[in-house]
């Protein structure tokens, strides 16, 4: 299994500019969640979805985030527009259901430079 | 609410040594407990997971961790430490019977073993 993909692995952009991320979970997962890292808050949970469904989108910071998932095999996460505070790792990760309580799976991140 | 702590920033450890990684968490309910690890520019890996049994749990590279229910604590353990275990290490907590399947992380533990 190739695991849960990101990408892009590194964003450089300007404050303004819209960012989006991407991520594949794992095939046969059906829950999905954004987490992003920062030195100051550490990890925070962004938004996690259950069968393609958002569930709870509490964590999101301010209504410039918004996250998708059209389908069981993609999501995205995207800031638009963004502003030099976005600036962190954005990590997806993805859990299956029955004997799976609760280990998730990470992706390698995303990390977000905004200028 | 649920909540996990991690008290130490830092814990330096000489190779060969046993290490502790502390962690205590508080919540309403049973805990389902894991612990992850975090390579430089990786995302975070699973390390061992509490779930109800056996208090003490055997994981990856070694490692186990102890629960302890009277102390709230699930402390992370190795008999003897490797320079190639220094990372950073995640405690992270799900209560029951809350089904929303969030795993609350702690700030995390940078473990530094030394040569």
């Known amino acids: 299994d190739a695991g849960v993909i990101q990408s892009p692995r590194h964003e450089v952009t300007e404050m303004g500019q819209e960012v989006t991320l991407r991520c594949k979970p794992i095939?046969?997962?059906?829950?999905l969640f954004w987490y992003r890292q920062t030195m100051m808050r550490g990890l925070e949970l962004l938004i996690y979805?259950?069968?393609?469904?958002?569930?709870?989108d509490s964590g999101m910071p301010e209504d410039r985030f918004s996250a998708k998932m059209p389908n069981a095999s993609f999501s995205t996460l995207k800031i638009q527009p963004s502003e030099p505070r976005d600036s962190a790792v954005y990590f997806c990760?993805?859990?299956?259901?029955?004997?799976?309580?609760?280990?998730?799976?990470f992706g390698e991140g995303s990390r977000l430079t905004v200028l | 609410a649920q909540s996990v702590a991690q008290p130490e920033d830092q814990v330096n450890v000489a190779e060969g040594n046993p290490l502790t990684v502390k962690c205590t968490y508080s919540v309403s309910g049973n805990p389902y407990l894991f612990w992850y690890v975090q390579y430089p520019n990786r995302g975070l890996q699973f390390l061992l997971k509490?779930?109800?049994?056996?208090?003490l749990v055997k994981g990856s590279y070694g490692f186990e961790a102890e629960f302890n229910k009277s102390q709230t604590s699930f402390h992370l353990k190795k008999p003897s430490a490797l320079v190639s275990d220094s990372a950073l290490y995640f405690c992270?907590?799900?209560?029951?019977?809350?089904?929303?399947?969030?795993?609350?992380f702690g700030s995390g533990t940078r473990l530094l073993v030394r040569p």
């Open positions: 509490y779930i109800t049994g056996d208090n």
């Open positions: 095939s046969g997962h059906d829950y």
């Open positions: 979805f259950n069968n393609n469904v958002p569930i709870d």
């Open positions: 992270a907590v799900r209560a029951l019977p809350d089904s929303s399947y969030k795993l609350i």
């Open positions: 990760a993805s859990r299956g259901q029955g004997k799976n309580t609760g280990e998730l799976f």
